[in-house]
């Protein structure tokens, strides 16, 4: 922890300056994001490092809004693809490729270890609020990512936003947890009312039978 906090410093004193640039950009149609600490690390912190890396090449990024449309900009040597529930939620998505679905049936719309990485962040609890339609998508998300690939959920651990205990899901035991280097940390909470979590996780190299995460504990 103690590795990460000057960045988290920096990022969070940033802030002012950023929020006035997002709102020129918002105020002549450019893309802008949300001002919060949270997604000033996704954005500043997390997805570059992924863009960097030559081993991830095919991206899915799930839940679009007005404040996301800039990361296919930022994973910009990726293909990137957006999905969302929502056929409104459309007019944000990839340019590359957008998905109108559930994050359920994900295996319907990828070939088997076909992707690099799934990031499913603000979606649990912000709509996959049931506890079998998670179990789906974590299912469909071992089967679509390569050995290897990496899945990072970012959710709220608030009452309003914590339908379950994510950790109690049985197909979370299908990846395994894993140090996300430029924080040095495998989870993280940040400060702030919505106490947003950050998870890294990946599909082993020698992967976990599926049966192994089938049913409920």
């Given at each position: 922890?103690?590795?990460?906090?000057?960045?988290?410093?920096?990022?969070?004193?940033?802030?002012?300056?950023?929020?006035?640039?997002?709102?020129?950009?918002?105020?002549?149609?450019?893309?802008?994001t949300m001002d919060s600490p949270d997604r000033k690390l996704l954005e500043d912190c997390i997805l570059p490092h992924y863009r960097a890396r030559p081993d991830v090449r095919e991206v899915l990024f799930v839940g679009?809004?007005?404040?996301?449309?800039?990361?296919a900009e930022r994973l910009d040597r990726q293909h990137f693809v957006t999905l969302d529930i929502d056929p409104r939620a459309a007019r944000h998505g990839s340019a590359q490729r957008h998905i109108v679905a559930c994050?359920?049936?994900?295996?319907?719309?990828?070939?088997?270890?076909?992707?690099?990485?799934?990031?499913?962040?603000?979606?649990?609890?912000?709509?996959?609020?049931?506890?079998?339609?998670?179990?789906?998508?974590?299912?469909?998300?071992?089967?679509?990512?390569?050995?290897?690939?990496?899945?990072?959920?970012?959710?709220?651990?608030?009452?309003?936003?914590?339908?379950?205990?994510?950790?109690?899901?049985?197909?979370?035991?299908?990846?395994?947890?894993?140090?996300?280097?430029?924080?040095?940390?495998?989870?993280?909470?940040?400060?702030?009312?919505?106490?947003?979590?950050?998870?890294?996780?990946?599909?082993?190299?020698?992967?976990?039978?599926?049966?192994?995460?089938?049913?409920?504990?």
């Amino acid at each position: 922890m103690p590795d990460s906090l000057p960045m988290l410093w920096g990022l969070l004193v940033r802030a002012p300056w950023r929020v006035l640039r997002r709102s020129a950009r918002r105020a002549v149609g450019r893309d802008a994001t949300m001002d919060s600490p949270d997604r000033k690390l996704l954005e500043d912190c997390i997805l570059p490092h992924y863009r960097a890396r030559p081993d991830v090449r095919e991206v899915l990024f799930v839940g679009t809004r007005w404040y996301t449309r800039g990361y296919a900009e930022r994973l910009d040597r990726q293909h990137f693809v957006t999905l969302d529930i929502d056929p409104r939620a459309a007019r944000h998505g990839s340019a590359q490729r957008h998905i109108v679905a559930c994050v359920s049936e994900v295996e319907r719309h990828f070939a088997p270890d076909s992707l690099d990485l799934i990031v499913l962040n603000g979606v649990f609890g912000w709509g996959l609020n049931d506890r079998e339609r998670m179990q789906r998508a974590l299912q469909g998300f071992h089967r679509v990512l390569r050995p290897g690939g990496e899945l990072l959920i970012g959710w709220n651990d608030v009452p309003g936003h914590r339908p379950f205990d994510l950790h109690s899901v049985p197909a979370l035991a299908l990846f395994e947890p894993f140090r996300f280097e430029p924080l040095g940390l495998q989870a993280l909470t940040l400060p702030g009312d919505n106490r947003h979590c950050f998870e890294f996780y990946r599909k082993p190299l020698a992967a976990v039978p599926a049966y192994e995460a089938t049913a409920y504990r």
